[in-house]
Nanobody, 117 residues
Framework: QVQLVESGGGLVQAGGSLRLSCAVSGIIFSFNTMGWYRQAPGKQRALVAGITSGGSTNYADSVKGRFTISRDNAKNTVYLQMNSLKPEDTGVYYC???????????WGQGTQVTVSS
């Protein structure tokens, strides 16, 4: 069974940085997309950053230039480096992996990120 375990969330002041990690266990032979999603208070869950099997990345306009998504295949881990954090970045961050052969989505449990002034 595929499992995603997230870590690295916490409380940080505006302007600070945080690095989220998502460790993937189980059998995944390939993937279409790995991504980070955010669910802010009172809002729908939305894509923050994604990376394709080919290594290309994309970002929500609100985080472009501040966040960086990356992966380490040897460690089966995807990361989200968050810099210049703003209060509006606050929310629960979820890691998602789309398995390649059947496009099934797997989600992490979420990790809370709180940005304060």
């Amino acid at each position: 069974q595929v499992q995603l375990v997230e870590s690295g969330g916490g409380l940080v002041q505006a302007g600070g940085s945080l690095r989220l990690s998502c460790a993937v266990s189980g059998i995944i032979f390939s993937f279409n997309t790995m991504g980070w999603y955010r669910q802010a208070p009172g809002k729908q869950r939305a894509l923050v950053a994604g990376i394709t099997s080919g290594g290309s990345t994309n970002y929500a306009d609100s985080v472009k230039g501040r966040f960086t998504i990356s992966r380490d295949n040897a460690k089966n881990t995807v990361y989200l480096q968050m810099n210049s954090l703003k209060p509006e970045d606050t929310g629960v961050y979820y890691c998602k992996v789309s398995r390649g052969y059947d496009s099934r989505d797997f989600w992490g449990q979420g990790t809370q990120v709180t940005v304060s002034s």
